[in-house]
């Protein structure tokens, strides 16, 4: 067959393919495996669905479905998969191997959970942030959304690799967001088991943190590591009061400044905020 919402609409050959259909007293189940084969290759799928049956569903309505899913691919245009689900505001590109689950609920995709192992993935900006690109990414991720503008992402294990060659992880994180009428974040918050430092100054253009903060970190040399890290806003973001956060930290270390601001080296210790703008 020939993909027409490809850019370049080249014949796609599937092979080697079996499916199976179930229709059992609560649900309905179906499956299916193969090999697809184009000019890029050939590469291994395999799906499997659950649709639940309950008095709102309709057999030829797949908006008013309910059921979970289950995707295997060896190799795969994760951005593309992405489009499909409506997820593309969080990664417009990565290639490499996938496994996902998810589960969906009259038309709306509910969460994800995925297995990778990518390469030149991108993650596109938001606001004034600038968009991420990582060679490498491994680990498992999660999203859910149980409200519109309603948003959590998880990772385990995560480790990958900038473009640059920097490198971070194995960490687990979180992220969760509301989001106003208008799209822009209302409240988030971050967590972190392990970040080093020098990897935060990478990724500082790409993160929501104040900018007095973003300009601070870019004119003295800190090395160290900070754990088990909470930070989460409410109301506007740039503004450093609506910030509260939780971390510990060890080899902490900042170099002196002209301004003669303070210095320090291998600090190790804990701060936290108690309340927005007011640190402990």
């Known amino acids: 067959y020939i993909d027409e919402t490809r850019e370049k609409q080249l014949p796609i ?12 007293l609560l649900d309905w189940r179906a499956a299916v495996a193969g090999t697809v084969t184009e000019k890029q290759g050939r590469r291994k799928f395999e799906l499997k669905s ?40 969080f990664i417009s590109s990565g290639f490499g191997a996938a496994r996902l689950w998810v589960a969906f609920d009259r038309g709306r995709i509910t969460s994800v959970t995925s297995d990778v192992a990518l390469s030149h993935v991108r993650l596109p900006s938001r606001g004034d942030l600038e968009p991420l690109s990582l060679s490498r990414l491994r680990g498992r991720i999660s999203y859910a959304s149980d409200a519109p503008g309603e948003h959590r992402l998880s990772a385990e294990n995560l480790n990958f690799r900038l473009a640059d060659g920097t490198r971070f992880g194995p960490s687990n994180l979180g992220f969760e967001c509301t989001s106003g009428t208008n799209g822009s974040p209302r409240a988030c918050s971050f967590t972190a088991s392990e970040i080093r430092i020098g990897t935060l100054l990478d990724l500082a253009p790409s993160l929501p943190i104040p900018n007095d903060a973003r300009r601070m970190l870019g004119k ?7 754990s088990q890290v909470r930070a989460s806003f409410n109301g506007d973001p740039k503004d450093p009061t609506n910030w509260a956060f939780n971390l510990g930290f060890r ?3 900042l170099s002196p400044d002209e301004s003669g601001g303070p210095s320090f080296r291998n600090l190790s210790g804990e701060l936290s905020t108690a309340g927005p703008g007011r640190f402990s």
């Open 13 to 24: 050959e599937i092979r080697e393919t079996e499916a199976i259909f179930e229709q059992n």
């Open 50 to 89: 659950r649709v639940e049956k309950h008095f709102l569903s309709k057999e030829d309505n797949p908006l008013s479905w309910r059921g979970e899913a289950y995707a295997h691919f060896d190799r795969i245009n994760v951005a593309r998969l992405a489009k499909s689900a409506d997820l593309q505001r």
């Open 220 to 226: 003295r040399d800190a090395s160290g590591t900070f």
């Open 251 to 253: 080899g902490l270390t």
